[in-house]
């Protein structure tokens, strides 16, 4: 079993830049594929992006495509989430997961709790 933890997440102005850290432990997350969710107020939890085990591979939802970049580095057991250009609507609780190279949230078997990212106008 794996254990997840994001970090990262604050406030930060439209335009803005932050990283995403997600950690792993209990079990190296080289054996998962793995993806990054949100979910913003009011609304369902919706993919953002998924990456390969060895990383080669990435897939980004359209509404982040060219301003989000996933990546991982498996000697560190940490996946990251890139977000650039930052808009209002893409403030959400932001969730790492592993075990899927999917955007459908059932694939994955293991979630940590969430990182807030808020974006002001």
């Known amino acids: 079993q794996v254990q997840l933890a994001e970090s990262g997440g604050g406030l930060v102005q439209a335009g803005g830049s932050l990283r995403l850290s997600c950690a792993a432990s209990?079990?190296?997350?080289?054996?998962?594929?793995m993806g990054w969710f949100r979910q913003a107020p009011g609304k369902e939890r919706e993919f953002v992006a998924t990456?390969?085990?060895?990383?080669?591979?990435?897939s980004h939802a359209p509404s982040v495509q060219g301003r989000f970049t996933i990546s991982r580095d498996n000697a560190k057991d940490t996946v990251y989430l890139q977000m650039n250009s930052l808009i209002p609507e893409d403030t959400a609780v932001y969730y790492c997961?592993?075990?899927?190279?999917?955007?459908?949230?059932?694939?994955?078997?293991?979630w940590g709790q969430g990182t807030q990212v808020t974006v002001s106008s």
């Open positions: 990456i390969t085990r060895s990383g080669i591979s990435t």
């Open positions: 997961a592993a075990g899927g190279f999917s955007p459908n949230q059932g694939a994955y078997d293991y």
């Open positions: 209990g079990r190296t997350i080289s054996s998962y594929p």
